[in-house]
């Protein structure tokens, strides 16, 4: 009789197993490499492969757990605790309460919709009026995507353009509306790296009445740890501050678990459990969740227990330490090139490159044709689109670097490309980067079909990157916006 290939160690493997594997590392080697350094966005590499084994061996324990039910799996409760329990030294707040979610989007979501039920609740006229949410122009695209699924009105509040940060008393103004339900801050922005002014924006915001969050998505777990490795003194954001009322702070980011893990804490218990969903009318099983999840994986769950808790503070700090020599020694190469600039002066990992205006024209980087020319040189930065503020002013287009503990091993390499690809694209204005083949200036600026180039995409051709920014410059944001919807639906389908 035949039977299927065993594993000693595994027990029978099944008879599809090296086709289906060989699919998948097919498919895989298309993708951006997660390691190494060469990616600064989107990855956040700890050179540590002894933690990712010890993260995929916790994760496998739990494979087949429903975090649906504590009471029925209670290792889903016990492994939570422990974070948050972490969380309350880490974040100086001894009694906060909390969950991890799967990711930033969802804590952010939860922190809203918290506080839309806390306004709700409070007000007996809310049919009549809309509860708003008072953002930073530089908060994070999550917000906006909690006030379209749970109604709220956006108020963004213009920042700086030199700085980066929202001036405290437009904020302050802008809080003072009584249909106000959430006041944001960051910490730092992903834009720009900066921390928002949190000690005034929720000293005001506790004055009014209104709960105040800081989002910490990407420096919850690595600003706690920055002064200490060597980084500098970091304004205050996190719960010793009176008034924040809530903080998010991504597991699978700067705490270096596997997507997707994230931290959502609360300062009033009350305000936590309005996040909480529960339902007991209807017939089958009482309903209560605490995230916008029902059936979750307890995957992402284990596996940042398990890094968490290898690594501790003193391993924090030691890899905290390694991204601050990383980020000065990249920020230091970034000022010494001549036609660019970091904005603003940021505090933690996180760099925004724009075009120095300071210097003539022909000696000035386009910093979307620079991230293009050094992206031919092995590193992918990102590029973000300049835009236009309600105030008048304008966020210049910029290239934001994400610096990990990992850059500190390449820093040569990428130093050099850095000031290499300045040096191919100084002096050249977006419309006339020589290889884009444009017969007259601004012609680049065709508006493409969208599915046309999400097949080429598909099929292996390159994608402008810099000319799809230069498209949502240029366009009315909403029409860029469908366009870029129109080309992941078409990118994504099934062939």
Known sequence: MNRPPTDPAKGPTHPAAEELLGRLTAYRSQDAPTHGGRVLSYVYDSGRPDLERLAAQAAEQVLWVNGLDPTTFPSV???????????????RGPRVTGSVTSGGTESCLLAVLAARERWRRARQDREQRRPRLVVPASAHAAFHKAAHLFDLEVVVVPVDPRTGRPLVADMVAATEHPDVALVVVSAPSYPHGVVDPVTEVAEAAAALGVPCHVDACIGGLVL??????????????????????????????????????????????????????????????????????????????????????????????????????????????VEGIEGLRVLGDPTGPLLAVATDDAVPPERRVDPHLWAGAVGRRGFVLQGQPGIA???????????????????????????????????????????????????????????????????????????????????????????????????????????
């Open 224 to 333: 706690p740890w920055w002064e200490a490795a060597g980084g500098g003194a970091v304004p205050p954001w996190d719960f010793s501050v009176p008034g924040v009322s809530s903080i998010s702070a991504d597991l699978h980011k700067y705490g270096f678990a596997p997507k997707g893990a994230s931290l959502l804490l609360f300062a009033d218990p009350e305000l936590d459990r309005a996040r909480y969903f529960a339902l007991t009318a209807w017939p089958g099983y009482p309903v209560v969740n605490p995230t916008l999840l029902g059936t979750r994986s307890t995957t992402s769950l284990a596996a940042a227990w398990a890094v968490v808790g290898a690594l501790g503070p003193d391993g924090y700090v030691e890899l905290t330490g390694r991204t601050v020599r990383a980020t000065a020694a990249t920020r230091a190469a």
């Open 389 to 495: 503020q309600s105030d008048g002013t304008v966020l210049p287009r910029s290239t934001h670097l994400t610096v990990t503990p990992v850059t500190e091993g390449v820093l040569p390499e990428l130093v050099r490309a850095l000031e290499e690809a300045a040096d191919e694209v100084r002096g050249w204005a977006q419309s006339e980067e020589p290889s884009r083949g444009a017969s007259e200036p601004g012609e680049a600026l065709g508006i493409p079909d969208p599915e046309a180039l999400a097949q080429a995409a598909r099929a292996g051709g390159d994608l402008d990157l810099a000319q799809v920014l230069e498209l949502i410059e240029a366009l009315p944001r909403e029409q860029s916006a469908d366009l870029l919807r129109r080309f992941l639906a078409a990118f994504t389908a099934p062939g």
């Open 77 to 91: 409760a016990l492994l939570e605790g422990d974070l948050v329990r972490f969380a309350r030294e880490m974040l």
